[in-house]
């Protein structure tokens, strides 16, 4: 059994008898909880936390090619555990519990293009260091002296790109100091993000190579059950405002849905908010990959005045992988003016 196999025998019964999106309801057995008393550190918490049971590394882009056409870029990078990984208690080559997972994509107003990448942790074929920071699956990095500024290239069978992230503003801690909350029964992750990059580089389309300009989003989260055993996935935006504001909100459907959003003030300050403060209302559906999705929505904040309508640039921002979802830039218009970003996950065909 060659090594791609024996890790789709480890991937896929996995998800298979998962509850919620990808596995993440199911119970965490002995790995570590996040803890609302846990001070996040920088430059160490940028790099792998092998006792938690699932983690990422998530980087969308908003950018536009020379003559005004949108595109999307996403670059992520999975970890997941089979079984905790204690300090100093590290496990090298193939006896490695950790499994690695990437994914890549570009979308323009017509295609969506997307590649998947796999690794068993242990034999260097994938990893994450803090400082300096380098993740990587691969030929497939995000690297540099710190996470202000970062190289990041990937490519598939049909693109490819090399970009620049550069950093105008700070992390921001999601939640209460970077412990986000996902469920009234408790289920929670440590999470921040980077969302001031801006960014400058080259995609490679079958087309040719086009220039593009504009600005990124990374989210950085690790749990060891995300969702609660009800919860199916989740509805997940990021807005970046013409006036430099920025919105992450979020809706984990379930038997109740809950939702948390936070408000990013332009010098980086966050203001978190609970469930039920953020409202978002599906206005328009669309057949994709035999499942009906909402491509158009209304998200209301209204304690900062935020009523707009966001959306898709494309239909086509479906990502046909392990686990598929549908994840594309989207369009902001109403209250505010701006660009972002759609993640939908866990919706059955």
Known sequence: M??????????????????????LGTTPQDF???????VLRFPQDHGAHPDFRIEWWYVTANLT????????????LFRSALAPERKGQEHQGWQSPQLWMGHAAVTTPNAHYVAERRARGGIGQAGVRAAPFEAWIDDWQ?????????QLAASGTDFAYQVTLQATGPLVLQ?????????AAGQASHYYSQPF???SGQLTLPEGPVPVTGTAWLDREWSSQLLAAD??????????????ARMMGFVLRGTQDFTAATWIAPDGTPTPFPDGAFMATPLDRQQVAGRDLPLTWRLRLPAKGVDVTIKALTPK?????????????????????????????????
């Open 32 to 38: 570590t909880q996040p803890n609302p008393e846990t």
């Open 65 to 76: 090619g020379p003559d005004g056409t949108p595109y999307g870029l996403q670059w992520t």
């Open 317 to 349: 921002a479906w990502m046909d992988v392990s686990v598929p979802y549908w994840e594309g830039p989207v369009t902001v218009s109403g209250s505010h003016a701006g660009v972002g970003y759609l993640e939908m996950t866990g919706y059955a065909p």
């Open 231 to 244: 919860q199916s996935g989740w509805d997940w935006f990021s807005l970046s405002f013409d006036d430099g």
């Open 142 to 150: 995000m690297r540099g002296p710190d996470l202000d500024r970062v």
């Open 197 to 199: 990059y801006t960014v």
């Open 175 to 183: 939640g209460t100091k970077g412990y986000s909350v996902k469920s």
């Open 2 to 23: 060659n090594a791609k196999a024996l890790l789709l025998c480890i991937f896929l019964p996995l998800q298979a008898a998962a509850q919620g999106f990808a596995g």
